[in-house]
């Protein structure tokens, strides 16, 4: 390098230098690092207020493209149950087996006055020809719609993309009341076809649990200890225990205990 340059070299360092220090440059760093730190909390509070619907929670509405033309869940479907459920993609073995399970079940959501929505990152022209293909094969036609999900913002929304387990969404299953509050939500690996009967089982006892004010034991309506019977809610105060035990004792519901009582519907 020659004198004449390395002088130059010198000088711009020295310049760059002052301007460091200069107050003007150190106010308008301290802007921007607050600038970058607003940023951050505004993405923070964005995917708070955009995550993943929980159990509880209004279901995002979500304008789509279906099988049965333009569709918005769940605007469309107030008044009725709704189960909103995603396959990892078209033309693959479980998938198929899936929704032919569901369809054969079809009627039985129709009479609990709920409807069916499939789902996958899968084109629309995709869906029509698997859903074709199913019924000259098959000999099983799918009434239900399939939402063609090809940008992947649906499942994006809903987190039906789980990057440990690939691209492809997994197999989710979202149970919405008549009003769009989400009342259930499963989750399949890829690997694992669903058990339709235990969907068309717990939307059954949501709707039986919201009508009489009881809860479901375990494998109802065969549960092991109380048979077909629905469980009524625990007493909250002595009170309450005590009118429990002697509702029992006139033969309102039976009781293990107080805090353990059963009915029959």
Request: glycine content about 6%; aromatic content about 8%.
């Given at each position: ?30 802007e921007r690092h607050v600038k970058r730190i607003l ?122 993309i789980h990057p440990g387990k690939g691209t492809n ?97």
């Open positions: 390098m020659s004198p004449e340059r390395r002088k130059d070299v010198r000088e711009k360092r020295t310049e760059w230098a002052r301007e460091r220090t200069h107050p003007w440059t150190r106010a308008e760093e301290s940023n951050v909390e505004v993405r923070k509070m964005e995917e708070k207020e955009y995550g993943i619907p929980l159990l509880g929670e209004k279901m995002p509405e979500l304008r789509v493209q279906t099988t049965h033309g333009p569709k918005n869940i769940p605007g469309d479907y107030k008044g009725r149950w709704l189960v909103l459920f995603s396959h990892p993609a078209d033309f693959t073995p479980v998938c198929t087996t899936e929704f032919v399970a569901f369809q054969k079940r079809y009627d039985q959501f129709q009479e609990l006055g709920c409807d069916l929505v499939g789902l996958s990152i899968d084109q629309v022209f995709s869906h029509i020809k698997w859903v074709e293909w199913i019924k000259d094969k098959l000999g099983v036609e799918i009434k239900f719609p399939v939402i063609a999900d090809d940008t992947g913002k649906v499942s994006e929304r809903l987190g039906l969404t997994v197999r989710a299953v979202f149970i919405v009341d008549p009003e769009g509050v989400v009342r259930a939500i499963l989750y399949y690996p890829q690997e694992l076809g669903r058990n339709m009967d235990e969907i068309v089982r717990m939307v059954r006892g949501l709707q039986i649990s919201d009508g009489n004010g009881v809860a479901m034991p375990a494998n109802w309506p065969n549960n092991e200890i109380v048979g077909d019977h629905v469980i009524v809610p625990p007493a909250s105060s002595v009170a309450e225990a005590d009118e429990r035990l002697k509702s029992a004792q006139a033969g309102e519901h039976e009781c293990f205990d107080w805090w353990l009582c059963h009915k029959k519907l």
